[in-house]
């Protein structure tokens, strides 16, 4: 069965300074991988997806990732975060061919002044 | 642009009581999701339908929630009788046909249910 972990619950950052958000997968068959987003008491909007192609993906507002497929990650980055970033991120996962979407624990994002 | 409705946004009920919630899904989308949000945690699907068929229900505490997509369009998701660890966010998310799960999933802004 696929699962998703993201190994931190909480990272905290100054503003303007780079971040990762990790996230590790498993699964026995190929997956395509999702970043979502989300801001209290909101629903998750899409941050960017790795389907095929190209292993780094670009987003929204600035966020990248790059899908590791010996290393079974698809860890999050942004060069310079914003105020604005401080929220819920979320890794998902779907297995080729299903409609089935299981979703990491989350890591909050806290962008400091 | 289109968009997920959700309502209630909240609920407070005490338990024991019988609680719904509605989703609208994007037009056209034929596949659905419920998935529930304990605060701190990720989104844990409870159920999945493709048209009004129920494609997997495995998570789904049967013996007190129900859902049914009659039309293939809404659903409703139903809790009877509501329990406290019943607090959660309720989240509706949508899927177009034909994705394969390549597509991105839209969501509602969630029903958040409190029980007391």
């Known amino acids: 069965a696929q699962s998703v972990t993201q190994l931190d619950s909480q990272v905290p950052v100054f503003e303007e300074a780079p971040v990762e958000l990790r996230c590790n997968y498993s699964?026995?068959?190929?997956?395509?991988l999702f970043w979502y987003v989300q801001y209290p008491n909101q629903g998750l909007q899409l941050l960017l997806k790795?389907?095929?192609?190209?292993?780094l993906v670009k987003g929204i507002n600035g966020f990248e990732a790059e899908f590791n497929k010996s290393q079974t990650s698809f860890h999050l980055r942004k060069p310079s975060v914003h105020i604005s970033d401080t929220a819920e991120y979320f890794c998902?996962?779907?297995?080729?061919?299903?409609?089935?979407?299981?979703f990491g624990t989350g890591t909050r994002l806290k962008v400091l002044a | 642009e289109a968009e997920v409705a959700q309502s209630p946004r909240y609920k407070i009920t005490e338990k024991s009581q019988a609680v719904a919630f509605w989703c609208d899904p994007i037009s056209g989308h034929a596949t659905l999701y419920w998935y529930r949000q304990i605060l701190g945690q990720g989104p844990e699907l409870l159920v999945q339908f493709q048209d009004e068929s129920v494609v997997d229900d495995s998570q789904l505490p049967k013996d007190r929630f129900s859902a049914e997509r009659l039309k293939g369009v809404d659903s409703t998701l139903k809790i009877q009788p509501a329990e406290l660890g019943d607090s959660a966010m309720y989240l509706c998310?949508?899927?177009?046909?034909?994705?394969?799960?390549?597509?991105?999933?839209?969501f509602g802004e969630g029903s958040r249910l409190t029980v007391l």
């Open positions: 790795y389907l095929s192609g190209s292993t």
């Open positions: 998902a996962v779907s297995e080729w061919g299903t409609y089935k979407y299981i």
């Open positions: 998310a949508s899927s177009p046909s034909g994705s394969g799960g390549t597509g991105e999933l839209f």
């Open positions: 699964s026995s068959v190929s997956v395509y």
